[in-house]
């Protein structure tokens, strides 16, 4: 006869750990997220700001949000915006780091301090910097390029929508480089040597080596960037409203984070406003949605 397994005692010493953390973390994320929605369903406006009660609404905010030709603009704006940098950040920032694994020790460390003085200063700061870059008068870069016999003379790169979006993405990019340069970095240092040089004993050549060895090695870090670096992106705020302010055509170039702010902090409509913020969450949640099944599918197999 089989003996039987002892019991195992369960004591509530581990749930008791967890809920105290638990409990703040949805207080401090669930009270904005239901105020929030409670707000898109009411007339907010500048008048419930002096104590005027707010008018439920109901779905009436979303209906004319929706309704709005201008929104898809801004919306179809956000998404290629979103992934041209995503893609752009991805692609340096993975040469980057493979180069790195290639580079001797002094130069690495002197790579990776330039990045970390990139990473750590401030966006208001470097916007500043990046403005005097491109200004009209004194900017560097038409001084370069006058010099070099193009005719940049006092060429204005914020006035022009695509040159504008030129401008934001090269900052954006130049920002966002370095966590991906670090993050794939940290994981190439982990694919095993005696794999990598197994697969060269068999013949295979360094791209095949990179394609079937060390990619597949670090495609769960590769998947959790490129899915934190869509969801920065699509939310990227701070810099395009600086270089609006510095002489972008506001209509032109609004994305979905500077949209909601003109709706909310500049028009006073709050109600609107927080419409469409949750009409960002859920367009982050659509496009997110394929990375996440790729890797919970990825933690199953």
Not at 266 to 293: H, I, N, Q, W
Request: charged share 15%.
């Amino acid at each position: 006869m089989r003996g039987r397994h002892p019991a195992v005692r369960r004591t509530p010493l581990p749930a008791g750990l967890v809920l105290p953390a638990a409990a703040l973390l949805a207080l401090a994320l669930g009270y904005p997220l239901v105020r929030q929605v409670v707000l898109s369903l009411q007339e907010f406006g500048l008048a419930q700001q002096f104590g005027r009660p707010p008018e439920w609404v109901g779905l009436g905010n979303y209906r004319e949000l929706l309704g709005d030709s201008y929104l898809w603009t801004v919306v179809l704006r956000t998404v290629v915006f979103c992934f041209v940098n995503a893609a752009l950040t991805m692609g340096v920032g993975v040469g980057i780091a493979l180069l790195m694994t290639r580079m001797s020790r002094w130069v690495r460390l002197a790579v990776q301090g330039g990045l970390l003085l990139t990473w750590a200063t401030p966006v208001v700061a470097a916007m500043i910097v990046w403005q005097f870059l491109f200004d009209t008068q004194y900017g560097v870069v038409n001084s370069v390029l006058t010099s070099l016999g193009s005719d940049h003379d006092g060429h204005s790169w914020l006035i022009e929508p695509m040159s504008f979006f030129t401008v934001a993405t090269i900052i954006v990019v130049w920002m966002s480089v370095p966590f991906v340069v670090f993050t794939v970095y940290a994981a190439l240092t982990q694919v095993s040597e005696d794999v990598v040089e197994a697969a060269e004993i068999d013949g295979a050549g360094a791209w095949q080596r990179m394609v079937h060895v060390v990619m597949p090695t670090i495609r769960p870090v590769l998947l959790v960037v490129l899915l934190l670096q869509v969801i920065w992106d699509l939310r990227v705020f701070t810099q395009i409203y600086t270089l609006q302010k510095a002489g972008g055509i506001t209509r032109d170039t609004n994305l979905l984070g500077t949209y909601i702010y003109t709706l909310g902090i500049k028009g006073g409509d709050f109600g609107t406003a927080a419409a469409a913020a949750m009409f960002m969450l859920a367009l982050t949640v659509v496009l997110t949605a394929p990375y996440l099944r790729i890797m919970f599918r990825q933690e199953d197999d």
